[in-house]
């Protein structure tokens, strides 16, 4: 979808205090649109009870900081701000999730799932109530039509593109999302906020935001405590013990405690029997895998086209196509990991997403 100036249309934009949505906003005034924007207070900060940093440099989402900062763009670009308190609903659609996920030996992704249900659900709900046309975020995604469908589509700076944690979004809301960003590289968007002087937070963000140390061992056990089992290799053998199922995940190798004559990974997490599984990594290689909360963004028969798909978001596109239901690798892969994101892309698109099941 082109980013074409278009007056007297109306787009709420969620402000971080980053350099990304900041920029995403002045663009958005210098386009003609009335901006309003808005920062969704989602997390307390540390010291009461505080994503992957998949917005780039944004700060941390809900800090002191954060928010005095967004409100300092809007003000120098001339334009409304309103802080949404939607604390209460990120804990229990993101926060609940991410723990659920964890206690039953999945590795969760939460930016997808917050991205889903608050930053593209509850501000969604928002956006219509307040009578707006668009939605906008600092995102680097594209929105690309294709014979009268429209798909998430990568940005044009690959190192930052985010097309995939936005994959969960359903695909009726796309006519009504802007991404000021996706033709831009992240260097020329720091060039425009120094050019015009917007007082931003650019630094480095928190892996999960209401992990803000990156600690996630320590919450998970401020939540679940230990509950220890059997560590055993794949005849069932006891090699050692654990604290709890949730501090491991699909191929982990440190902090085993466990020593044998070749490297050990964990292959699985028997939640019934409270078990750790270990094995050599060529047992971790897999080539097929089943999607759950399946979000499909055509009618197509997905059968017959060329298709690749990410299975995390850090790894390269993998040729694939689908049988069965189920999602097949035109070769194997370590480490498909239960409660994982899994992208399928179509060229440059995003044709389905889901959940990744064993």
Request: hydrophobic content about 35%; glycine content about 10%.
């Amino acid at each position: 979808m082109s980013f074409n100036p278009v007056t007297n249309k109306k787009v709420l934009i969620g402000m971080s205090g980053g350099v990304d949505s900041s920029v995403a906003a002045f663009l958005l005034k210098e386009q003609g649109y009335e901006v309003h924007g808005f920062t969704l207070r989602m997390w307390n900060e540390e010291g009461e009870e505080g994503e992957e940093g998949e917005e780039g440099e944004e700060g941390r989402c809900c800090s002191r900081d954060a928010i005095e900062a967004a409100i300092a763009v809007s003000r120098k670009i001339g334009i409304l701000h309103t802080i949404i308190d939607i604390r209460k609903q990120f804990e229990a659609e993101v926060v609940n999730y991410f723990l659920d996920e964890y206690r039953s030996g999945r590795t969760p992704n939460p930016c997808a799932i917050c991205n889903e249900r608050i930053r593209f659900g509850a501000f969604w709900d928002a956006a219509r109530s307040f009578g707006a046309d668009y939605l906008s975020t600092g995102h680097y995604s594209g929105i690309v039509e294709d014979s009268g469908e429209l798909f998430f589509a990568r940005a044009k700076d690959e190192r930052k593109s985010q097309e995939y944690f936005l994959a969960l979004i359903p695909k009726e809301r796309l006519g009504h999302l802007i991404f000021p960003l996706a033709e831009l590289t992240k260097d020329r968007v720091r060039a425009i906020a120094s050019n015009n002087n917007l007082p931003i937070i650019d630094r480095e963000s928190q892996d999960i935001c209401f992990i803000p140390d990156g600690d996630t061992a320590s919450f998970l056990h401020r939540h679940f405590g230990s509950k220890p089992g059997e560590i055993v290799d794949l005849e069932g053998n006891v090699l050692g013990t654990h604290k709890g199922i949730w501090f491991h995940t699909i191929g982990q190798r440190k902090g085993l405690g466990i020593a044998k004559g070749e490297p050990l990974y964990v292959v699985s997490l028997d939640r019934e029997n409270n078990r750790v599984i270990v094995g050599p990594r060529s047992a971790l290689t897999g080539d097929r895998f089943r999607l759950t909360q399946v979000n499909r963004f055509t009618d197509r028969d997905l059968s017959a086209l060329p298709l690749t798909c990410k299975i995390r978001y850090a790894t390269p596109q993998i040729s694939c196509h689908l049988e069965d239901e189920k999602v097949v690798l035109d070769h194997p892969v370590d480490a498909i990991t239960p409660g994982q994101l899994g992208v399928i892309y179509w060229e440059n698109k995003v044709v389905m997403a889901g959940i990744i099941e064993g």
